[in-house]
């Protein structure tokens, strides 16, 4: 069941996803050679409680970090560490905040230093692919609308959609009904509602499609090797018009 929310649900929503978008300001400005992701990790719970707000991902099904930090090849839900970043390298940085029971949700790539324009293509793409899809949450679509747009716009560019992941339904919980997948035929599943708020995040890969997850039992990467971008905003659906982006400031 979709759980429709109410505009002062929305506007809690927005708290929890206005602490994680600032948060991920004062991250991306963090990032460069030399820093660690566990020095992210530990800057972004940091920001998020200064906010009065609780990291979302910590302890989620035993997640034990507050950030989600993907290197280069790692597609999604890298574990914060001692790693050192090094000019050249990308990091997808995926954060969850919780305010007044509510979650907000976004992640960003970005490079670290100067990184080639091979890379930054990547990367565009990606960002891109997340608003086209953003773009179709309007009243009246279907949610495959979004998912199709997504697709569309990696693969002409290129790149292959992972499937294995997708965006979510987004409220009391980090993880609700629909699931957005980030491929798919346009017109499918349910008819979208003002009142749906939905986490929309396409993982791109700039190979093959296919991921697998490390012993860790969390980071996902590409099995080819090939690099990974990922970018998520949440958005609440509008009576009529575009959607409201609740993570982006
Ligand atoms: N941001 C991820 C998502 O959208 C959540 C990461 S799972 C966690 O599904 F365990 F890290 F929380
Ligand atoms: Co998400």
């Given at each position: 069941m979709i759980i429709l929310k109410t505009v002062d649900e929305i506007a809690v929503m927005a708290q929890a996803s206005r602490v994680v978008?600032?948060?991920l300001e004062v991250?991306?400005?963090a990032v460069q050679p030399g820093i660690t992701t566990d020095e992210l990790d530990r800057l972004a719970e940091q920001e998020i409680r200064a906010r009065g707000a609780r990291p979302a991902f910590k302890g989620y099904r035993n997640y034990p970090k507050t950030l989600c930090a993907s290197v280069n090849e790692q597609v999604v839900h890298g574990i914060p560490s001692k790693r050192v970043l090094k000019e050249g390298d990308i990091i997808g940085l995926d954060l969850g905040a919780i305010v007044e029971g509510f979650y907000g949700d976004s992640a960003v790539t970005v490079m670290v230093g100067q990184g080639s324009e091979r890379i930054a293509h990547l990367v565009r793409v990606t960002e891109e692919a997340m608003y086209l899809g953003i773009k179709q949450a309007v009243v009246g679509h279907r949610l495959s609308d979004i998912s199709h747009a997504v697709q569309q716009h990696v693969e002409l560019a290129g790149y292959s959609v992972v499937t294995e992941f997708v965006g979510h339904g987004i409220g009391r919980q980090l993880h609700e009904e629909p699931q957005v997948p980030n491929y798919g035929k346009p017109g499918q599943g349910p008819r979208l509602q003002a009142g749906m708020v939905l986490a929309i995040e396409p993982m791109v890969n700039a190979g093959k499609s296919a991921v697998k997850v490390l012993?860790?039992?969390?980071?996902a990467v590409t099995v080819d090797g090939s690099l990974s971008a990922h970018f998520e905003h949440t958005i609440a659906i509008q009576p009529s018009g575009p959607p409201r982006i609740l993570s982006q400031l």
């Open positions: 978008a600032e948060t991250l991306k400005k012993d860790d039992r969390w980071t």
